[in-house]
């Protein structure tokens, strides 16, 4: 992956497997979108989201 350090970045997003309203597939497709350099899936008592996420494939331009 290489640094882009003028890129936001979101540290903080529920998935599906939590309260949030977007799987993890959707949340790494919205993050590329937006050009995220890097996201956090951090679900309430469950890392069924992060494993998802990892599951589904998180591409190297996206921080994870």
Known sequence: MEFRPSSPID???HSTASDGTLSPAEIIALALRLR???I???DHDSIAGSRGALLCGVPDELGF
Request: hydrophobic residues 55%; aromatic residues 0%.
């Open 11 to 13: 540290l903080h997003i």
């Open 40 to 42: 956090s899936i951090t």
């Open 36 to 38: 995220l350099g890097a």
